[in-house]
């Protein structure tokens, strides 16, 4: 129980208010309650503790009851509102408006995807599918003329509530375009993605493919250029998380490479500070994305659990981080996969690690191969089942695959990232630096083709 009769601590309480709250978002996520009724909780809450101040365990119960009253009204606060200023009113209708590229242009096989933020007089944001030429960049100050349309499932998949957690409630499909301005975003990130542009035709012009491809999406997150049936074959073999900068992926590589380094005698505070610094050059390089942000912080949270040792701080400090981010938020508890499994992985690493390294205490501990094992097997366990439920396929051969990839991904990114920064330096010896890259890739990509192909990798649920 989080809470008994007898005197509990200051983390208990706090563990358990947080939990309160996250209980309260998550109600909010499925039913929509009435501001009557919901005021009416927070106030019987409320004068309830200050009735029972003096009995601990009634106190807090009441209290426990005021804060999902908080959470359900933080949920539902960040529902929109539709009126003749925001651009979701004209969904249905054909409009012009004007607003900016916020986000880097997300391109596809066959198109490209615009985050546009409409300007005065209406408010919000459109997701803009444009053809592939002409090309548009991120700040661009574009006019627009389409018939918007309002976000529907698709195939069992939520697709309305996927965009509205980024508050997104208005498609447009190969519009009239017209550009008016550049370089009207942000100037650091402006410069970002002008660098991210540069490597990617580094990339392609040194690497073959799908060497070319995985790097990136490995490295840079741009997983649009993947062929299909490699994409299907990371699927079927549970190593999605790879390519994608999600919260599964850094947790996992971040624990992975603590390990590495205590193996290779770094102190354990010189290694938690390295790749403290590694994370955030990296999420600032790439960008910083809402999601990439999420995944970094619960990537660094594992590595604090490492390094602290201790399961009460590690465990709280985690469902603050989370809860920190519901708040900021709440869309992501129900409609954020990537934010489940990060959550979870870090769980994993928290609850898990300890018991798998005893399962392999006799095993040798060559490079932190053992840790390694450990790591990932927490990681993958936790967050099966819910893989499981949304994507409706179990890997056979998942964990044993994740097993043989995860240290070789965890060093093709420390050594990509080190290569893409030479290489702006000595671009001459572009090929002679990404040699080595090279064989990484290839590794990963045999060994995911190798246990594709076995029968029945995957069976569909």
């Known amino acids: 129980m989080i809470l008994s009769s007898k005197l509990y601590t200051k983390s208990q309480v706090f563990r358990y208010l947080l939990l309160n709250f996250v209980i309260g978002v998550a109600l909010a996520s499925f039913i929509f309650v009435d501001y009557f009724f919901l005021y009416l909780l927070a106030l019987i809450s409320t004068i309830a503790a200050i009735i029972f101040w003096q009995n601990k365990l009634w106190r807090w119960i009441f209290l426990g009851g005021l804060i999902i009253a908080l959470g359900i009204l933080r949920y539902q606060l960040s529902l929109p509102i539709t009126d003749e200023t925001k651009i979701w009113f004209y969904n249905g209708k054909q409009i012009t408006f004007q607003g900016a590229v916020i986000a880097e242009p997300d391109k596809r096989v066959n198109h490209t995807k615009l985050t546009v933020v409409s300007n005065q007089p209406l408010t919000g944001k459109v997701l803009v599918s ?97 062929p299909q049936d490699l994409t299907d074959k990371f699927n079927i073999t549970a190593t999605t998380h790879l390519i994608a900068i999600s919260g599964l992926n850094i947790t996992i590589i971040t624990a992975v490479l603590m390990e590495l380094f205590l193996a290779l005698m770094i102190p354990r505070k010189k290694a938690f500070w390295l790749i403290t610094i590694c994370l955030i050059f990296y999420i600032v390089l790439i960008g910083a994305p809402a999601s990439a942000v999420r995944a970094a912080i619960m990537g660094w949270l594992a590595i604090l659990a490492i390094y602290l040792g201790r399961l009460n701080q590690s465990s709280n400090a985690l469902l603050f981080a989370g809860s920190l981010m519901i708040l900021i938020n709440p869309r992501i508890l129900r409609d954020d996969v990537g934010f489940q499994l990060s959550f979870l992985a870090v769980l994993g690493l928290i609850y898990f690690v300890p018991f798998f390294e005893e399962k392999f205490k006799n095993l040798p501990e060559v490079f932190g191969l053992k840790s390694a ?22 890997s056979l051969v998942g964990l044993f695959v994740n097993l043989l990839v995860v240290p070789v991904a965890s060093i093709l990114t420390i050594v990509g990232s080190v290569v893409l920064i030479l290489v702006l330096f000595l671009p001459g010896l572009a090929f002679h630096l990404f040699l080595l890259p090279w064989l990484l890739l290839t590794y990963l990509i045999k060994v995911v083709e190798i246990f594709a192909a076995i029968p029945l990798a995957a069976i569909t649920l």
Not at 133 to 157: A, H, M, R, T, V
Not at 374 to 392: D, E, K, M, R
Request: aromatic share 14%.
């Open 130 to 226: 444009v053809n592939l030429y002409p090309e548009y960049q991120y700040g661009d100050l574009l006019e627009i003329n389409c018939k918007l349309k309002s976000p529907e499932p698709f195939d069992d998949f939520a697709y309305d509530r996927y965009l509205a957690r980024s508050n997104i409630y208005s498609l447009c499909y190969y519009p009239k375009v017209k550009l008016l301005a550049h370089n009207q975003g942000d100037w650091l990130l402006t410069k970002i993605y002008r660098l991210k542009n540069r490597w990617q035709q580094i990339i392609n012009s040194t690497l073959p493919e799908p060497q070319a491809s995985l790097f990136s999406a490995i490295i840079l997150g741009a997983r649009r250029g993947l």
């Open 373 to 394: 094992l450990a790591t990932t097997l927490a990681a993958q366990v936790i967050t099966s089942p819910l893989i499981i439920y949304n994507f409706g396929r179990l």
